[in-house]
């Protein structure tokens, strides 16, 4: 399973972006996929993630309300739209995948299976 993140830039506080997690070989209706990031010198950190069928949403207490993930399984792609960013959102934010009759703990990255390579988000103040 590969999975491919993309849509990352830079932009000025209170601006939006939107991230796309294409995800190809594998049965991508199967997954859970999630978003994480990693700011410079710091720990990786849990952002967002979606159940396979996308009827669960969960996310980092201080993304609520302005980010948004959502998933297409026609497309085989996972988004997230980043609404009102700060300066502390910027980061290298990762996609994962876990197969969902696997289970476990979406808030934490032991749980994922496959990773993805990052993209860059920096927020300007």
């Known amino acids: 399973v590969q999975l491919q993140a993309s849509g990352g830039g830079l932009v000025q506080a209170g601006?939006?972006?939107r991230l796309s997690c294409a995800v190809s070989g594998g049965p991508f209706g199967g997954y859970a996929i999630g978003?994480?990031?990693q700011a410079r010198g710091q720990e990786r950190e849990f952002v967002a993630?979606?159940?396979w069928s996308g009827s669960r949403t969960y996310y980092k207490d201080s993304v609520k309300g302005r980010f948004t993930i959502s998933r297409?399984?026609?497309r085989n792609t996972v988004y997230l739209q980043m609404n009102n960013l700060k300066p502390e959102d910027t980061a290298v934010y990762s996609c994962a995948a876990v197969d969902s009759q696997r289970?476990?703990?979406y808030y934490k990255d032991q749980t994922y299976e496959y990773w993805g390579q990052g993209t860059q988000v920096t927020v300007s103040s």
Request: glycine residues 20%; positive net charge.
């Open 35 to 37: 978003w994480f990031r």
């Open 72 to 74: 297409d399984n026609r």
């Open 49 to 51: 993630a979606i159940n």
């Open 103 to 105: 289970g476990g703990n």
């Open 15 to 17: 601006g939006s972006l």
